[in-house]
């Protein structure tokens, strides 16, 4: 495939679109993981009609390889794999404001990004990201929030890859990573009553 062929991977498809996992022999296009484009923002994926305008903006995004084992689905904010920092995720991120390589496209299939295929990657621009599953006030977001990354107990838990408000209230070395790690603000606003569910997210991580 060659460079322009990769330009023109639309958003919510990726490098194989095999919908089934590609081991590590069958790896396709590994020498362009980290391929930055820039995409209009749209309702609905480029090629798809009809569309219309979501913002004036435009989508940032990064094609990288998912390499965690299991299917990554959209709206969830990943981490990078070890030793392939802006090339490979490895999971949803699962630790309170850790460190967010950027949010799985929005616009795949609920079944996910397959294990092994390559997938653009959002890190600037407006994109959704799906609440906290737990109506505890996590989930109580307003239009204008620095947003951080939710604590979950693995990275493939249901309750991780999710975001919330920033917390500037703790100790100076929490305070530090909430600040560091934020990932955007608000678009939207959330209340109590709406877990897992989606926020329009202005990502600013590239």
Sequence with gaps: MSDLAVQRIPR???WHNTGSAITSANYGGAEYEGTVRTFGDFDVPSGTA????RTGGDVVCKLVRNVSGF????????????GYRNKRVAG???????????????FWPASGVPDGELFWLAVKGHHK?????????ENVISAGDWLVALTAATTAATTSGR???????????LLGTQILNRIGRAASA???????????????LY
């Design 50 to 53: 009809p569309k219309s305008r």
């Design 92 to 106: 949803y991120a699962r630790t309170t404001a850790c460190e967010v390589a950027g949010v799985v496209d929005e």
């Design 163 to 173: 975001a919330s408000a920033i917390d500037l209230t703790g100790a100076t070395s």
């Design 190 to 204: 959330m209340t109590t009553a709406q877990t897992n569910t989606d926020v329009l997210v202005e990502l600013d």
């Design 12 to 14: 919510g498809k990726g």
């Design 129 to 137: 990201i799906l609440t906290s599953l737990a109506g505890n006030g």
């Design 71 to 82: 299917a990554l689905t959209p709206k969830r904010l990943v981490s990078w794999a070890s």
